[in-house]
């Protein structure tokens, strides 16, 4: 018998040494950010107070191709390029004639996609001599990247942690303490934004909206501090972008090419990251592949959300981004796949969205993590709730394929492993999940105060 | 500038096909296990109420090569062969001219090295029929193993952990549990040894001897069901030299050798299945390799105990094998790297250490914690309190060959990954952790009681 491979693996040598910017290949581009104050299209300057000037440019850059600076590769080199996996034995169980491909990002050593992006914006944000960055997290992958990237880069950190998680999750605080950053629950006395909320509420939860506004503020106000976001802007996108060439290269050395290619989704960027380099076939070379965005039912942004310009964060600090939105004062119901409650969605892959060249799916939480037990299983990895849904729905497609009898070939990215989202899974195992159900009324409530432009 | 290699892969192609045996090349064999009732020497039919044939065979095989079946390799590919790392940022970080590099089993799913021998012993127990485990497990790195290995082949597995583990590390029984495992904190009242134990002491806290008696009991009573140990056994130390031989040919592409190999060690199979195959260049070829095993000052068995015959358990219900042993009765303190707190040793460990093959050094809990910090701030990864010992011997050397300004090749195993041992970390850095400094009063007191032969 010959060996079947399991994992399709790249050299170091083999590693993009350039990110895919699709602003160079989209039939129409996402409408300008709006300031904040004035609702004119912000240009570069109304952005330097928080970000430098290198991810200024490629926020807006329409250059198709961005090389990745010789020291972000020698970082990405601690666990890039991550391995491609044929999921065989879960084939086997589900008894489908699909091929499932999934690539891992839970091999970066902060367990997820998120450090694809943490560490060119450490580097960035060092080169132009910023001492220190602060951020927003909610489940916590993003403060973890990013304070493991600022450690790298020997920059300080500082996390504004949303208070339930930061209570309801010690262990993801634990690790940022481990890299040396500063962990505030938001809201937090830090920030006049905070103590302002905790005036009024005092036992305010948090959500990433309110820590957003923490972090931005204190990133404004303090001229050696940077801020750094996790998802959502075309930079961070675009960093991720490594993910989606990978795969491609990987497909290449067995001789398949996916017919479907699945992400999941909340603010964007591991989908993005993910997808975008097959919409570039589709878009240039006109490649047959859906790419199917996977959100939850419980925030359903693209599903049933609204193409608007909307606030990034909830005290309406950030510019006004045109993106597929809920509202920002939509308060999803606390679902375990806590890096999927935004109330808001890349603009890029909204704009997508709109123009049919992306889908979108929703999937409820006990159907993510029964894909997600049944993957485990089969396969070892246990994932995090957030990529069970990216599971969920490679699973769903696979049984399609098997009840249509159609050998297709699908592509997902599981972004992250749950070694440290199993309080979720204990509740799973004791049939405490719950499953929202959102009505019409209750999604397009705060659809109505948009905010006019 | 020309980029410098930071992973050393294999190709799944390139992976082991046979396990190294030892017992083929060593100067003297370990004196053999003896009959806990007659102590007189076992034989096969002595253990085939608990272990497969092939297992029983691989105990005392002295062929040197054993092929690895195609059932195993296939599970295997699922993250083997597993990477070997330039740790170029820690060599930079120590300002050592040594060149260090670790292999990492944390890649596997199950988060150590301890899967490599859980699923050749699912495997065989299956092929015999068999159709349920029985184990014992302390900090739960190897409950998790057996629990995947046993769902890889359809077999029911069952886990005495031991009840302080059971009630501290709550996480790791979700992981056994989501891979349908039962889970019994012990001592139960699933055995007649356990319910003895509760009966004279309802609030025993339990320990790795009593879990063992409990899996021994449960499975020499069931006929369809045997059990499984995790390290110490000679079939156990076989199967975990896939590490060594994966390392020495992954060493090979960049064309150096270790001058020093290094692994942490409590019950041996994660060191020798590192430190074999070049002990094997060491006895074969006189190679002048330094072979290392890391243990914790607070269970200090090769460094301070006496190789003698010792029951492998607190009831006595195991065979008594020849081995550095500190007494059955002999409580180590409760450190955190769990998976070391056993009073033996490997025999096959325990005889080279003996002949000089050898050597072992004790490091303290501050020292490892230290270690394993400096180590994740450079390298990313988060070593489990276990492997932290070998990252405290690795730049301890690295820092003697700063000293002596020797450009020394250091290999070492981090065995596993950290994340569900955080509480130890937030320990640590809340300046919680203390050291044990046991005097030899303590040591000496139960090698008094050692069984008379």
Partial sequence: MSKQITKILLNESEMPTRWYNIQADMPNLPKPPL????????????????????????EVSQERWIDIPEEVQEIYRLWRPSPLYRARRLEKALDTPARIYYKYEGVSPAGSHKLNTAVPQAYYNKMQGIKRLATETGAGQWGIALSQACTFFGLA?????VKISYQQKPYRRTVMNIFGSEVFASPSNQTECGRKILEQDPGNPGSLGIAISEAVEDAALHPDTNYALGSVLNHVILHQTVIGLEAKEQMAK?????DIVIGCCGGGSNFAGTA???AHDKLVDGKNVRLIAAEPSACP??????????FGDVSGLTPLLYMYTLGKDFMPPGIHAGGLRYHGDSPLVSQLVHD?????????QTAIFNAATLFAKNEGIIPAPESAHAVC??????????????AKTILFTLSGHGLLDLPSYEKFLDNKIQDYNLSDEEITK????????
Same sequence: chains 1, 2.
Avoid: W
């Fill in 35 to 58: 300031h904040p104050g004035t609702r004119k299209p912000i240009g570069p300057q109304d952005l330097s107070a928080i970000f430098p000037d290198e991810l200024i440019k490629q």
């Fill in 157 to 161: 950190c500082t996390v504004y942690m």
């Fill in 254 to 258: 067995v001789n398949d090419y996916p």
């Fill in 276 to 278: 975008f380099p097959f």
């Fill in 301 to 310: 942004t693209l599903t049933k959300g609204k193409l608007s310009y909307d």
């Fill in 356 to 364: 049919g060249i992306i889908e979108a799916k929703a999937f409820g």
């Fill in 393 to 406: 729905c490679a699973i769903e497609e696979a049984l399609i394929c098997k009840e249509a009898g159609e």
């Fill in 446 to 453: 705060y659809l109505k105060n948009l905010p006019q432009v």
